[in-house]
């Protein structure tokens, strides 16, 4: 598995927290989260929903994109990438160019990439243990590098 994805409700709406390997997530894994994720965004509209995405490297393909671009239908979201990886972060600006929401962030620039998102402080701890749970079935080496629970 390349990819997994858990969605969380938060006061400020619904947040998806994302979390991939080196490798190209299968069409059956952006499936599932473009269907949880257009679901969610049908239901609060697409302004209330953000996405919080950890990368060693693995990004979504052009055909995956262009799903992304569908599912949104005109609509933007707000979404935040943590990754070093210099292909995720081209895919991320081809991303911005159709949903200027989304910004990519560097390890070293985690905080940022936090306070990305409107998180309640009570939120954090959720948020940290959804990451945990996700790490055991995607090992991403970022998780490694930065703190869940500072802000």
């Not at 994805?5 to 938060?10: F, R, S, V």
Request: glycine fraction near 10%; include cysteine; charge should be positive.
């Amino acid at each position: 598995m390349a990819l997994t994805h858990a969605k969380l409700d938060i006061q400020g709406g619904v947040l998806f927290v994302v979390l991939q390997d080196k490798e190209r997530a299968s069409d059956a894994e952006w499936a599932a989260l473009m269907a949880d994720f257009g679901a969610a965004g049908r239901r609060k509209g697409f302004a209330r929903v953000y996405g919080m995405v950890v990368s060693d490297g693995g990004a979504p393909t052009v055909t995956q994109r262009a799903n992304l671009r569908e599912t949104l239908a005109g609509s933007s979201f707000n979404g935040s990438v943590l990754s070093k990886s210099v292909l995720v972060r081209g895919a991320v600006t081809a991303m911005s160019w159709f949903n200027p929401g989304i910004k990519v962030f560097g390890p070293d620039r985690y905080a940022e990439w936090l306070k990305s998102v409107p998180l309640q402080q009570e939120e954090l701890g959720v948020l940290k243990e959804t990451v945990a749970k996700l790490n055991e079935t995607v090992r991403c080496a970022t998780i490694g590098e930065v703190k869940l629970t500072e802000r």
